[in-house]
């Protein structure tokens, strides 16, 4: 997930609570639809927020791996040179 859909939802599920606390403060709305549309707030942040800590995780992950990957070929290569001595 990109950067900027992540921040969309952060955003949009923020905002959404706001406005619904807005409108229960001014009564214009149910408690039942309230209820609905602050939990799907709340899991959609939480979601998003999730999402952004496992791609720093992969991304780390990721960078090891290239290094370890570059370590065994430059292994590979020094005993390929021995061999040929």
Not at 22 to 28: D, L
Request: charge should be positive.
């Amino acid at each position: 997930m990109s950067a900027a859909i992540r921040i969309c939802l952060i955003l949009g599920s923020f905002f959404s609570v706001q406005y619904m606390l807005r409108r229960i403060r001014k009564a214009q709305v149910q408690i039942e639809d309230t209820i609905f549309w602050l939990i799907f707030s709340i899991l959609l942040m939480v979601l998003s927020l999730y999402q952004f800590a496992m791609t720093i995780r992969i991304s780390q992950m990721d960078s090891k791996v290239r290094k370890l990957a570059q370590r065994v070929a430059l292994n590979e290569e020094k005993i390929e040179r021995e061999k040929d001595l």
